[in-house]
């Protein structure tokens, strides 16, 4: 009767050790993909903000500011399905544009607006989002003049 009784607490023990080990392995698991997941997106933040940084600064040339206008609009075109990754466009009044339709708002399709005067010098910051990190507006406004944030 004793052997049983001793038989029967060395495999409650065993069984005991076992689910301790599985749900460690559980843990372990689960915390890797989390950490797996949250390089990923830094990765894929970086990068997409990238395409629109290069273009940012106090005296950005009218043909950069084009070209980034046409980044934005195909941008816009290729996450149209993904609101987070919408650039918004903000010109500042007063800002030295050719005639035409400025471009504001989510530049989407293949709309046509005025381009920007390839021989002045413009402002262009950027606006993340607190809780994505993607940039989400880029403010232009004329060089030296006070624009919107980083």
Same mark, same amino acid.
């Given at each position: 009767m004793e052997n049983a009784s001793k038989a029967l607490i060395i495999a409650g023990a065993i069984l005991l050790a076992i689910l301790i080990i599985s749900l460690g392995i559980m !843990?372990? &698991?689960?915390?890797s993909g989390v950490v797996n997941n949250n390089a990923m997106s830094e990765v894929d933040i970086n990068s997409f903000n990238q395409k629109? !940084?290069?273009?940012?600064?106090?005296?950005?040339?009218?043909?950069?500011?084009?070209?980034?206008?046409?980044? !934005?609009?195909?941008?816009?075109?290729?996450? &149209?399905d993904d609101s987070s990754r919408q650039v918004e466009v903000a010109i500042t009044s007063?800002? $030295?544009?050719? +005639? @035409?339709?400025?471009? /504001? @708002?989510?530049?989407? @399709? %293949?709309? /046509?607006?005025? =381009?920007?005067?390839?021989? =002045?010098?413009? =402002?262009? $910051?950027?606006?993340? $989002? +607190? =809780? %994505? @990190?993607l940039i989400n507006k880029i403010t232009i406004s004329n060089a030296g003049a006070a624009g919107g944030g980083t």
């Open positions: !843990i372990y &698991q689960q915390a629109f !940084i290069q273009y940012t600064g106090t005296n950005v040339r009218g043909a950069q500011v084009n070209a980034l206008l046409n980044q !934005i609009q195909m941008s816009n075109v290729t996450y &149209q007063g800002t $030295d544009w050719n +005639s @035409g339709t400025q471009p /504001s @708002g989510n530049l989407v @399709g %293949t709309g /046509s607006y005025a =381009k920007a005067n390839t021989g =002045k010098t413009y =402002k262009v $910051d950027y606006t993340t $989002d +607190s =809780k %994505t @990190g």
